[in-house]
């Protein structure tokens, strides 16, 4: 087992909740989570923080020994197969803090869709466990909307940082209806290669 959660009565709001939101339902979504998903391949496991209402993992198409989505928004799940192969797949109903790591350094990538972390009770999202788990994965790829300020202010400290090297930095207009003109449409993503990343 890769994660545990430390307090699942902890763990709020129904799931499902925020299905309404535009940028989460639309033809974006499913663009932004291929997109990270190419970039998992060579991972034994997926960690993704933050996957909402819309988890990777349908989109993986490679096989990872496990999977495990972090949202307080998600839908509870568990699955002991994935595209046809043994996989320990888990949806959290969580935020990223409730939850102690048990991953080898190298062994995972971490995806960080339409990053917008907030503080958990006095614990800041930027800090020693988020920088442990960015620093240790095998691949990290981040992707947020720049015109949203909490993004915008944390996301540089996180590429920025002397353990990650940028493979890629890709800036998407979204020309999806639902969210034409909203901050939500202009996106961009990075991916980070880390000391563990596969040559």
């Known amino acids: 087992m890769q994660v545990n959660l430390k307090d699942a009565a902890a763990a709020s709001e129904a799931p499902g909740a925020g299905k309404d939101i535009p940028h989460l339902a639309g033809i974006g979504a499913t663009m932004r989570q291929v997109f990270a998903a190419h970039f998992m391949r060579d991972c034994p496991h997926v960690l993704e923080i933050g996957g909402h209402i819309r988890p990777i993992t349908p989109y993986l198409t490679h096989h990872p020994l496990s999977v495990t989505s ?35 350094p190298g062994s995972y990538g971490l995806v960080l869709l339409g990053y917008s972390l907030k ?43 002397p353990t990650v090297s940028i493979r890629g930095q890709f800036d998407l207009r979204l020309h999806d209806p639902e969210i034409a003109d909203t901050p939500y449409a202009a996106r961009r993503f990075y991916v980070l290669d880390t000391r563990y990343s596969v040559s």
């Open 119 to 161: 503080p958990f009770g006095l614990k800041d999202p930027l800090g020693a466990l988020l920088f442990s788990l960015i620093d240790n994965a095998r691949t990290v790829v981040i992707e947020y909307a720049p015109e949203l300020e909490r993004a915008a202010s944390q996301v540089p400290h996180i590429v920025s940082r």
């Open 70 to 104: 972090l949202d307080p928004k998600t839908e509870a799940y568990e699955a002991h197969e994935l595209n046809g192969k043994q996989c320990h797949v888990r949806h959290i109903q969580a935020k990223f803090q409730q939850i102690d790591y048990h991953y080898q």
